[in-house]
């Protein structure tokens, strides 16, 4: 018989044999039809079937909840991107411009790729707490030297962004240089997403979306949330991009800046909530065409007063950081003329997407991005 699905499906007595197309993406193997079996003689077909069964609504309902529930930051790691662009320089300005689209909707494919990639996901937060009070002054600010003091185990365990922020840098100079306008595209989108990462408090910390202070949501309430609420009242225009001779220094202070921030972001919240009933602060709107519980405006105004402008000091110094770093690189590399690569055809290959291949497998140990 043929089902709906428009697979062909021949059933004997004992057995069922399905012919099944091969799914290019997780998603459409998630979103597969679960079809009717007759009952099994075997108890190994059973057991196989009925677990197949399982693996197929787990995937179903983690696919839902992903399309339900905006990532966070996305909208801000864009406006981040974008904004960036006009800090550049005349001779950067045909090149970043053209492409700026490009630099705006690949800001967040690092967030694509956490649980597709290996060694992703610790590229995004570092946390501080665990190396003690003093990590700021402690650590060693260079990647070699906190290999030799902690081990790579260890310093991928509790995140890398400072570290890895210096390295994009260093890949985007290499990229200037040999003027391979694919690879400054995709490292300029990159170093963009890590460098706003830095940026952000709970990016900071083991308790990164309040679950160890009972503030579950916390981040994404933070990081998402209250910029798209208020980020059109914020003041985003700097002025032109500067050189800064020591990136490991700047990315350090901006990760020790965010650091500093962090126990506001959570007193903050805590004695808020404190303050509102659960129907008060929590209210449903609809996102994506899904009713989605989340903060109230009303909680969220209040919270993003109490934080008196946290949010947007955060926010323009990810964007002043990110136009001064691709301009460093820029300068770094020898000035090259991006005018010729302002009319190079990237293709259509330059749309990346997260990567695929093991993403189950690695699933359940990545450190998740909560969200909203």
């Not at 306008?181 to 408090?201: C, N, T």
């Not at 225009?237 to 500093?260: F, N, T």
């Not at 929590?282 to 008196?308: C, D, G, I, P, W």
């Amino acid at each position: 018989m043929v089902l709906k699905s428009g697979k062909n499906v021949t059933i004997s007595e004992n057995d069922v044999s399905i012919g099944v197309k091969q799914f290019e993406t997780p998603s459409e193997y998630c979103m597969a039809p679960i079809c009717w079996l007759p009952q099994k003689k075997s108890e190994k077909n059973r057991f196989f079937f009925k677990n197949a069964l399982n693996f197929s609504l787990l995937g179903t309902i983690f696919l839902f909840q992903m399309a339900a529930k905006p990532r966070w930051g996305f909208w801000a790691h864009k406006r981040i991107n974008r904004l960036a662009v006009f800090r550049l320089p005349p001779e950067m300005q045909p090149f970043f411009k053209k492409y700026s689209d490009y630099l705006t909707e690949n800001a967040v494919n690092p967030d694509k790729r956490r649980y597709a990639v290996v060694g992703e996901a610790e590229r995004h937060f570092i946390d501080l707490d665990v190396y003690g009070d003093s990590a700021l002054t402690t650590l060693p600010h260079h990647w070699q030297s906190a290999l030799a003091r902690i081990g790579e185990d260890s310093l991928r365990k509790h995140g890398i962004v400072p570290w890895h922020v210096q390295l994009a840098a260093a890949q985007l100079t290499s990229a200037f240089r040999d003027k391979d306008a694919r690879r400054i595209l995709r490292l300029s989108a990159d170093l963009g997403h890590y460098i706003a990462d830095a940026h952000v408090p709970l990016h900071t910390t083991r308790n990164y979306n309040g679950q160890l202070s009972g503030q579950d949501g916390i981040h994404g309430f933070w990081e998402s949330r209250l910029p798209e609420l208020f980020a059109e009242q914020y003041d985003m225009w700097l002025g032109p991009a500067k050189y800064r001779p020591d990136i490991a220094a700047d990315i350090w202070k901006a990760v020790g800046d965010s650091h500093a921030a962090m126990d506001s972001v959570l007193r903050f919240e805590k004695q808020l909530t404190a303050q509102y009933p659960t129907d008060k602060k929590y209210s449903y709107e609809l996102r994506n065409n899904v009713l989605t519980r989340m903060q109230s405006r009303e909680f969220s105004a209040k919270y993003h007063q109490m934080l008196a402008g946290q949010v947007e000091r955060r926010m323009r110094a990810s964007v002043e950081m990110v136009g001064n770093i691709w301009y460093t690189c820029w300068v770094n590399a020898g000035q090259p003329d991006l005018g010729a690569l302002a009319d190079a055809e990237v293709g259509e290959e330059m749309k990346e997407a997260a990567g695929q291949q093991g993403w189950l497998q690695r699933l359940f140990h990545v450190r998740p991005e909560p969200d909203n």
